[in-house]
């Protein structure tokens, strides 16, 4: 730990013991917006079911990737990647290539990363392959586990898949109680990899990423490239801060987000989950009132079976309301179906139907009918329509500046598309505001070297140029 605690010191932070939440990670200078906190490469990772044989298991790239000739499970996106994987896949495609068939099946992206935690773990140990002061099993050890706290039913879960990875690795003396702790402290410390437009790809499990706590209003943001995680400070820092981000979506209510974090076995006392009234969760899962001139919330009164409009008092049929929730379900399950077929054209339409019945149910600041505008813009986008596209695009910004921080990623990503679909519709000027907007939130969440940013940032010299050039051709005739 001393050795551990030194490297970190070295990098502006620290390990220190937080009243009520453990170990967390505070700085001991102070950080600027954008600034990295904490850069690191995985102990171990495994691609999600989707991303499996379309990313390299070393570095979660997406080019050139080739299956390992031996095992056909491994792939890799050039020998870079698979001379540095080499001493443990070694011993991992020997396994892989002596499993049936009907055994390979079980090889689920979780089995799969607790094999690589193991091996890379005997390795290390072995001394083989190299371990650091950041990167070495006696932080893995020291991760929490809340063994004592998971329920009968989860470690009998656990325990029927420790058994699974000792089938994949039958060479090595494994002991299956400590197999059990592997899969509880992956449930509470591993991370969800995303890829730069933050769709998950992965998870993986970072020794000194997994010492920051959680919080629904976090200072901090962890983003990937490839597989390395990045965590930015996303506000000024000053020495002694905990860094804080969060293991959740945060555009939901107070209740959800608790009922998401019962899996790391804490309760959040972060400010927003402090407060006894959420005046935002009212919104964020209200009703519409009846009368379609007033602005209010309608919530459910149970004294009244009914929903009563905050602002004006009007009624609405609790029943009414349950027969049109129900209508929209069906409608939902139609839409996907339309999805999963590739009839876009359907699932618009269809899409569209919902947000008719939605716009009459929800207060317009629902979460539900953000949803819904999501899914419109993804079908507009399929389908080239990109009128529709840039309408349902500039609404979800708007939700999305309701519901998150100023600095938030999600923002910065779908003003980026915005961009994108206003400079396909040669709208140049509001290109230009949509891109710029989007770089100064993205350069703090991403930084600027990614290849992401710097498509970003030439976007946007780019429509500069053009725009510059009108002008220019305009003066002149
Ligand atoms: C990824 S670990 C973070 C480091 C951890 N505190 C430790 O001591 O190893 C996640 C665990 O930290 C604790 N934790 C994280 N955020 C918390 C919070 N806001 N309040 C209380 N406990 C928290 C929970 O025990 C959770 O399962």
């Known amino acids: 730990m001393e050795e551990f605690q030194r490297a970190l010191s070295s990098r502006g932070v620290t390990v220190a013991s937080i009243p009520g939440k453990g170990r967390g990670l505070v ?22 079911k989707a991303s499996v044989g379309l990313v390299c298991d070393a570095c979660f790239s997406s080019k050139h990737v080739k299956k390992c000739s031996a095992c056909r499970v491994a792939c890799y996106c050039g020998p870079a990647c698979q001379k540095s994987e080499w001493k443990l896949h070694q011993v991992e495609c020997k396994a892989l290539v002596a499993l049936s068939d009907e055994r390979r099946k079980m090889l689920t992206p979780t089995i799969h990363l607790v094999v690589q935690l193991i091996l890379r773990a005997k390795l290390q140990q072995d001394q083989v392959i190299p371990a650091s002061e ?23 879960v656990y325990a029927q898949m420790a058994n699974l990875v000792s089938l994949v690795l039958p060479s090595l003396d494994l002991d299956l109680k400590e197999i059990s702790y592997y899969f509880s402290k992956l449930s509470c410390n591993a991370h969800t990899i995303c890829d730069t437009e933050l769709r998950p790809i992965g998870t993986g499990l970072f020794p000194i ?19 390395v995680a990045h965590v930015r400070a996303t506000e000024s820092m000053p020495k002694n801060t905990e860094v804080l981000i969060s293991y959740i979506e945060t555009a939901s209510t107070k209740e959800k987000r ?24 009212v919104y964020l899962e209200g009703y519409r009132c009846s009368d379609h001139k007033c602005t209010g919330v309608s919530l459910f009164l149970s004294d009244q079976r009914a929903f009563i409009c905050q602002q004006c008092g009007a009624a609405r049929d609790a029943l009414e309301v ?18 999963s077929t590739g009839n876009y054209t359907e699932a618009y339409s269809t899409y569209k139907a919902i947000e008719q019945v939605e716009c009459n149910l929800y207060h ?17 986008m399929e389908l080239k329509d990109w009128k529709s596209a840039l309408t349902y695009c500039r609404l979800t910004i708007e939700a999305y500046q309701r519901v998150y921080p100023a600095i938030h990623p999600m923002i910065g990503l779908q003003l980026y598309t915005c961009g994108k679909i206003e400079w396909l519709l040669e709208c ?17 969440t991403h930084g600027t070297t990614s290849p992401f ?25």
């Open 27 to 48: 700085t001991t200078r102070d950080f600027s917006p954008g600034e990295v906190i904490i850069c690191q490469e995985p102990y171990a990772s495994a691609p999600n």
């Open 322 to 339: 349950e027969r049109i929730k129900s209508g929209v379900m069906q409608l939902s399950e139609k839409a996907s179906t339309a999805v």
């Open 453 to 477: 940013m710097r498509e970003l940032l030439a976007s946007l010299e780019e429509a500069r140029a053009e725009a510059s050039y009108k002008h220019s051709s305009r003066e002149r005739f």
């Open 134 to 156: 950041t990167n070495n099993y006696d932080l893995i050890k020291a991760l929490e586990s809340h063994m004592s706290a998971v329920g009968e039913d989860q470690l009998v």
């Open 428 to 444: 140049t000027d509001d290109a230009i505001r949509s891109y710029t907007k989007a770089a100064d939130i993205l350069r703090i």
């Open 209 to 227: 990423v997994s010492m920051i706590n959680h919080s629904c209003v976090p200072n901090s943001v962890l983003i990937f490239e490839g597989n």
């Open 364 to 380: 317009p600041f629902s979460l539900n009918l953000l949803k819904t505008h999501e899914n419109l813009l993804k079908m507009s």
């Open 258 to 281: 608790q009922s998401e974090l019962r899996q790391y076995f804490f309760t959040c006392t972060c400010s927003r989950c402090l407060k006894s009234y959420a005046e935002e969760d």
